[in-house]
């Protein structure tokens, strides 16, 4: 099977003005990411999908595929399926979505989603790692919870699972997982996806990924094998100084 990877970028961000063109070590956000899932190779080719043109300005000279979308796109798995439904992109057979925002993504989250949905198991994926139970009290970490067989089981904000009796802590460790901004989709999977309307639960928690879930479109979540520092997209100045003081870390270290 071949795999289109493709990172929707949105100029309008609320919490980071201008994300996508945010710069790090020097270069746009989304350009890193670009370069970053493309040096991976997971993928055989790897498009931006924007609405804005200044962000097709920033990947023509960075020399990235780019696709201009529908400004009126609600989420980013809406732009997703309009840049695959393009007669170009017809040839690929799997699909990976990659936050624009998450520039240290790991082969593993990608490699793992996209096997899980090439294998035949799940229409949908995406990836988890294992984490702190520190996690449980940020609302701005999304959660999840995954059956014996690698389904999702829901996604939130909230703590889950909770911990009720104190005693029981030794089997929460095992079970707390931070959901990654990675989801990998057949075709098919991605149009029945967009054609559904959005659901309570999606509206209540702000995850688009509880769309499917709830309409019993089972979704298989690959669990990295150990936590990994830092998988926090960038959302807020905070984030992006840590990014690039993180960054800095890294290439300190090829030289």
Same mark, same amino acid.
């Given at each position: 099977?071949?795999?289109?990877?493709?990172?929707?970028?949105?100029?309008?961000?609320?919490?980071?003005?201008?994300?996508?063109?945010?710069?790090?070590?020097?270069?746009?956000?989304?350009?890193?990411?670009?370069?970053?899932?493309?040096?991976?190779?997971?993928?055989e080719r790897c498009v931006i999908a924007t609405d804005h043109s200044d962000i097709v300005d920033a990947a023509?000279?960075?020399?990235?595929?780019?696709?201009?979308?529908?400004? %009126?796109?609600?989420?980013?798995?809406?732009?997703?399926?309009?840049?695959?439904?393009?007669?170009?992109?017809?040839?690929?057979?799997?699909?990976?979505?990659? $936050?624009?925002?998450?520039?240290?993504?790991?082969?593993?989250?990608? %490699?793992?989603?996209?096997?899980?949905?090439?294998?035949?198991?799940?229409?949908?994926?995406?990836?988890?790692?294992?984490?702190?139970?520190?996690?449980?009290?940020?609302?701005?970490?999304?959660?999840?919870?995954?059956?014996?067989?690698?389904?999702?089981?829901?996604?939130?904000?909230?703590?889950?699972?909770?911990?009720?009796?104190?005693?029981?802590?030794?089997?929460?460790?095992?079970?707390?997982? $931070?959901?990654?901004?990675?989801?990998?989709?057949?075709?098919?999977?991605?149009?029945?996806?967009?054609?559904?309307?959005?659901?309570?639960?999606?509206?209540?928690?702000?995850?688009? $990924?509880?769309?499917?879930?709830?309409?019993?479109?089972?979704?298989?979540?690959?669990?990295?094998?150990?936590?990994?520092e830092n998988v926090r997209g960038i959302d807020t100045e905070d984030d992006?100084? $840590?990014?690039?003081? %993180?960054?800095?870390?890294?290439?300190?270290?090829?030289?």
């Amino acid at each position: 099977m071949t795999t289109l990877a493709v990172i929707p970028a949105r100029l309008g961000a609320t919490r980071l003005p201008r994300k996508p063109l945010r710069l790090l070590a020097g270069v746009p956000l989304v350009i890193r990411v670009w370069e970053r899932v493309s040096a991976l190779g997971v993928a055989e080719r790897c498009v931006i999908a924007t609405d804005h043109s200044d962000i097709v300005d920033a990947a023509r000279a960075a020399g990235a595929d780019f696709a201009l979308t529908d400004p %009126r796109h609600p989420s980013g798995t809406d732009r997703v399926a309009e840049v695959v439904a393009r007669p170009e992109f017809h040839v690929f057979d799997s699909i990976l979505n990659v $936050q624009g925002d998450e520039p240290f993504v790991s082969a593993e989250a990608l %490699r793992g989603a996209v096997e899980l949905v090439e294998s035949g198991r799940f229409p949908l994926a995406t990836a988890a790692i294992p984490a702190s139970t520190d996690i449980l009290r940020a609302p701005d970490v999304v959660k999840v919870v995954r059956a014996d067989d690698g389904r999702a089981l829901y996604f939130s904000r909230a703590p889950i699972p909770f911990l009720r009796d104190e005693g029981d802590s030794g089997l929460l460790t095992e079970l707390v997982l $931070q959901h990654l901004g990675v989801y990998a989709y057949t075709r098919d999977a991605l149009a029945k996806w967009v054609a559904l309307p959005p659901h309570p639960l999606e509206r209540v928690e702000r995850l688009e $990924q509880l769309r499917p879930l709830a309409a019993g479109i089972p979704m298989g979540v690959a669990r990295l094998s150990e936590a990994t520092e830092n998988v926090r997209g960038i959302d807020t100045e905070d984030d992006l100084e $840590q990014a690039n003081e %993180r960054w800095s870390n890294l290439t300190a270290g090829w030289s």
